[in-house]
C-alpha cells in the first residue's frame, strides 16, 4: 500500500467519524373522543391516543386539565369534567402531547348537560366516583308499615354481623337493597309484573314511611350497626344503601290498556300522565328526591345513601335499542316495549342518579329481557337470578347458562334462598314453594335445597367473577336470621359456609 492509498482511507475514516446517524422525524401525536355520558354536572369521555405522554383538555381554549397518559403506544383512557352547570351546552377541548412535547391537532368535542337536582347533599358532593361494595343484601319488607314491625334491630343484625366457629366476629354485608313489590295495605303494585292495579302517589309515598319514616326500618339498621359497632369498633366506611324506585306503570291497571293513565296524582298541582314519558320521569325524580331528603333528614350514624335501583326485573325495549347496540333479541325481548318505555326511561334515571353521584343497579331475573344492553342502558352494575334454587325438575334453569351469560355481558350473580334449606323451620311440616309458587319443598328437600345454594357459591366462582363483581344475596324475609340463630348442626353449617363466602371475597380487601 502506497502513501497516497494510507492518506485516502485516512480521510475516508475521518469523513465517517464526522457523520451523524439519520433522526427519526417526531411522530405527531393522534387522539380520538367520544362522549361516555353527559349529567348536570359533570362529563366523561373515552379517549384513544397514540404517541402521547399525556393529554391536555377543558371546557375552552386554555385546556388547564391535564391526564398522563403513561405509554405512548395506544391508549384508551377516561377524561372527566366536573364542576358544570345543568342544561348547558359545552365543548371539549382537547388535545395530545408527544413524548418531546411537541402537539397534535386540538380536538373538539361538544355536548350538553342534563336536568340535576337542586342542590347535592354532603355525602354526595363528597363523592368524585359512584359508589361500589363488595356484597348487597336484599331486604324484603313484605307487609310494610307492619306492627310489630317486620324488620327488627335482632334481624337485621344477622345481616350486619357474622361470629364465626372460632368465635371471631366479622362485618357481614357493605349494603343494603330496601326493596318491596306491592303495597297490602291498598293491595297495589308497584312492579308492572305483579297483576295488581298500580301503585299511586300515596302508596308510593307510604312505601318512603316504611323505609325512611320517623319508625322506619332504616332507623333499626342503622342501631343494628351501633349494636354491631360496639363489639368490632367503628366500622371504616359506611354502609351503603340501595332505595328501589317503583315501575312508573303506564296504566291503573296494565293488563287493561284502556285503563287511566292519569291516576298516579299530583305534582306542582298537575295531574301526572303516564302515557307522557316526561311525566313517568317526574315521578321517579320525585321519589328519588324525596328519598334523598328524608336520608338526609334522618342523620344516620352508619348509614349512606349509594343510589337507586330498578323494581321490574325484566326491561323489554324497542327493536331499534338492541340493534344500535349490535345485540340479537327476539320477541320475548320487546314485548310490550311500547307500553313501557324503558330504552327511555332507564337512561333518564342513570342520568339523574348520576348528577346526584348516585348510583343506579338491577337483578334481573334468568335471562331476562333487556340483560344484554344493561351497560347500554346506564346501569352501574347488575346482578343475574339464576332461579335454579327453585326448579322443582332442577333443570328448567341450567347454571351453565347463568354462566355463559355472567362470563359475556360481565355481570354479578345474585345467590338466592329462602327459609326452605333452614331445617329448625321446615321440620314443623310446612312446605316450600317452587318457581311457580306451588307448595314442592318439605323437610325431607332441605339438605338438597342447601346443595343448590352451595351450587351457586361454587358456579360463581367458575366463573371468575367471584372476588371481582360483587355479590347480591337474596334470603327471603327472615333466612339469614333463621339460620344465625338456629340450633340445628345443618342450618349452622349452612350459616357459616354462606357468610365464609362473602367475607371471603378479594373485593372486602
Known sequence: MN???????????????GEKEPVAEPVTPAIRAELIEATAFDASFSVQSINTGKLRYGIDEKMSETLETGSEGPVTCTVRLSGLQPLTSYELFIVGIGPSGEEGTVLKVPFSTTKGPESLYPWESQRSIIPSFADVSLITMGWHNYNPPAWTEERFLSHVLYQDPDGKNHWLFDAFLCIDGWDPVRNLSYSIANGR??????????????????????????????????ILGTPSASRYVIM???????????????????????????????????????????????????????????????????LSEELPLNPAF???????????????WNHKNWELIVPWLSSYAHSCKEGLWWIPYHLAPGYKVWKELGFDNVFMQPNYYWDHDGVSHPMSATENAIRKYQMGMELEFEYSPVYSIMSDGRSGPDGAGNPTFYAKDVPMLRERVREYM?????????????????????????LATSSDPGDREMYNDLCQFIIGSNLKK
Not at 485516502?8 to 469523513?15: E, K, Q, V
Not at 323505609?211 to 326500618?217: C, I, P, R, S, T
Not at 313517568?280 to 328526591?289: P, S
Open 322 to 336: 338492541y340493534k344500535a347496540a349490535g345485540e340479537t333479541f327476539d320477541s320475548a325481548d320487546t314485548w310490550n
Open 458 to 482: 361454587l358456579s360463581y366462582k367458575n366463573t371468575g367473577q367471584y372476588g371481582k363483581i360483587p355479590i347480591a344475596v337474596y334470603s327471603g324475609t327472615d333466612a339469614m336470621h333463621q
Open 244 to 310: 328501589s324506585i317503583p315501575d312508573p306503570i303506564r296504566f291503573q291497571y296494565f293488563q287493561d290498556k284502556n285503563s287511566s293513565t292519569t291516576y298516579w296524582g299530583k305534582l306542582s298541582g298537575k295531574d301526572l300522565d303516564f302515557a307522557e314519558v316526561s311525566d313517568q320521569e317526574k315521578a321517579c325524580g320525585w321519589y328519588m328526591d324525596r328519598c334523598r331528603e328524608l336520608f338526609y333528614s334522618r342523620h344516620f350514624k352508619h348509614l349512606e345513601l349509594a343510589g337507586f335501583y330498578v
Open 3 to 17: 502513501k497516497w492509498q494510507v492518506i485516502a482511507i485516512g480521510l475516508l475514516l475521518l469523513a465517517s467519524c
Open 197 to 230: 292495579y298500580s301503585a299511586d302517589k300515596d302508596s308510593w309515598e307510604d312505601l318512603l314511611d316504611a323505609w325512611l319514616g320517623e319508625n322506619g326500618a332504616l332507623i333499626r339498621l342503622d342501631a343494628a350497626i351501633s349494636r354491631a359497632s360496639s
